[in-house]
């Protein structure tokens, strides 16, 4: 049984995970085999088998081969975890409350960790409340659809009256602001579109 099979002959994802990152490493800096085992100390023969798998290398080994390339042991062997290709956004979780303030409540429902170029929030707008922005980034569009309530929209002088159902695509690269009509709490999704390439 080669040094990297487990018992069912399958090879050990965390050590074939350090042979690869050492093959990695090497091409990264440009060296060769020999230059590797001047500057580590192992011998040539030996990093080739690591490299190819075919030897498990001992912690000493390892550690000699992170020092050669300025790392830790911790950060030659460290395994990378897998992302979740699902992101959830909790209803309570408070990192992605926005605003709340007299006039609103603006939830993100898009995930923070991304760069994107949308961007998606729950707006609640409080009683005759009105949400003012200034013009965002060149070539940027908002997309509003109301789930309660009544709001007016109003965009570079253009007005509109939405109600429950009802969506509205408008630019938001000038100063722009949503109203509610009502006494009561609307509430409405919006999109925010960033125009690709436009400086943000």
Same mark, same amino acid.
């Given at each position: 049984?080669?040094?990297?099979?487990?018992?069912?002959?399958?090879?050990?994802?965390?050590?074939?995970?350090?042979?690869?990152?050492?093959?990695?490493?090497?091409?990264?800096?440009?060296?060769?085999?020999?230059?590797?085992?001047?500057?580590?100390?192992?011998?040539?023969?030996?990093?080739?088998?690591?490299?190819?798998?075919?030897?498990?290398?001992?912690?000493?080994?390892?550690?000699?081969?992170?020092?050669?390339?300025?790392?830790?042991?911790?950060?030659?062997? !460290?395994?990378?975890?897998?992302?979740?290709?699902?992101?959830?956004?909790?209803?309570? !979780?408070?990192?992605?409350?926005?605003?709340?303030?007299?006039? =609103?409540?603006?939830?993100?429902?898009?995930?923070?960790?991304?760069?994107?170029?949308?961007?998606?929030?729950?707006?609640?707008?409080?009683?005759?409340?009105?949400?003012?922005?200034?013009?965002?980034?060149?070539?940027?569009?908002?997309?509003?659809?109301?789930?309660?309530?009544?709001?007016?929209?109003?965009?570079?002088?253009?007005? =509109?009256?939405?109600?429950?159902? !009802?969506?509205?695509?408008?630019?938001? !690269?000038?100063?722009?602001?949503?109203?509610?009509?009502?006494?009561?709490?609307?509430?409405?999704?919006?999109?925010?579109?960033?125009?690709?390439?436009?400086?943000?």
């Amino acid at each position: 049984m080669s040094q990297l099979e487990g018992e069912n002959g399958t090879v050990e994802p965390l050590h074939q995970y350090v042979c690869e990152r050492v093959r990695e490493m090497r091409k990264k800096k440009d060296w060769t085999l020999q230059q590797l085992a001047s500057i580590s100390g192992v011998s040539r023969s030996m990093l080739s088998q690591i490299e190819r798998g075919e030897a498990n290398p001992t912690l000493a080994v390892a550690y000699r081969i992170a020092q050669a390339f300025g790392m830790t042991l911790g950060e030659l062997t !460290d395994f990378p975890t897998p992302q979740p290709k699902i992101d959830v956004v909790r209803h309570d !979780d408070s990192a992605y409350l926005f605003r709340d303030d007299d006039v =609103c409540r603006i939830r993100t429902l898009s995930p923070l960790h991304l760069e994107k170029d949308v961007e998606v929030y729950e707006l609640t707008l409080h009683g005759q409340g009105t949400l003012s922005s200034a013009p965002h980034y060149r070539g940027a569009r908002e997309v509003l659809t109301v789930r309660r309530g009544a709001v007016r929209v109003n965009s570079g002088g253009e007005k =509109c009256e939405l109600r429950e159902g !009802d969506s509205a695509h408008y630019p938001a !690269d000038v100063a722009h602001s949503i109203e509610n009509l009502g006494p009561e709490d609307a509430i409405a999704f919006l999109v925010v579109i960033y125009h690709e390439g436009a400086g943000r």
